[in-house]
């Protein structure tokens, strides 16, 4: 496991986040929109791991241009993160830069999704997202936000991306119906909650795709069968 920690630069002591939930929802979708889009892709490849190979076996393996590709998305990205200027990143060891960005890394990509989540208090407002695979919502509502999706599916973060709006759609005080002037508000009340709720509205409606794209699947095929007697 990749341990978290801070790293001393120009006197000062600078911390990479420890914790999903102490990352704001609006700070990550603005990574995602900025500093992750300069990603080299020859970064993805190393973490595309097979088996029997490491991460850092796969990065030390990189020619030395790519490495130093890498390093200087290194530094954005703990920049960011960290709030340490660039400039002085520059002057870091750069055990101690790889550590610090694969630490992040770490964090983002280890969040486990609860399956169980089905909503979140904010202000004393209990917000809930739809019942048992949306049998309380409308289909308006599940294509609104599947639109969200597709609006940004050819960036690199895919749908995470599109958190806030989705939330905005789904996630709302019980009984209340969908009404889609709020979705501004609301995605602004949202902004600053952890990135765990986030996340786990994410994995709720990636539920919902499948089970959806079931759905229409079965339908469809039943549908083809019925024509299909017609015509005997």
Sequence with gaps: MIKFKGFK???RVFN??????????????????????????????VCDLEEGQTLN?????L????????Y???????????????????????????????????LFGSFKPNKDFAGFELNGVEYILPAEHMKQSTLIEFAEAAQYEENVKDLKAGNHIAILDNMAI??????????????????KLFYNL??????????????????????LLIYSLLKGQRAAALKK
């Design 16 to 45: 990479i986040p420890s914790d999903i939930k102490a990352v704001k929802i609006g700070r990550y979708i603005k990574y995602l929109n900025t500093v992750f889009q300069e990603c080299p892709e020859e970064l993805n490849a």
């Design 63 to 70: 020619p030395a241009p790519v490495k130093k590709l890498c």
């Design 72 to 106: 200087e998305y290194f530094i954005k990205v703990v920049s960011f993160w960290t709030k340490a200027p660039e400039a002085q990143l520059k002057n870091l060891d750069l055990k101690e830069l790889e550590l610090s960005f694969w630490g992040i890394e770490y």
């Design 194 to 215: 952890g990135l765990d709720v986030g996340l786990n509205v994410v994995f709720f409606l990636n539920k919902l795709n499948v089970s959806l794209n079931y759905n």
């Design 170 to 187: 789904l996630c709302r005080p019980k009984g209340e119906q969908y009404d889609d002037t709020k979705n501004a508000s609301r995605k």
């Design 9 to 11: 630069l120009g006197g």
């Design 57 to 61: 076996g796969n990065f030390e393996a």
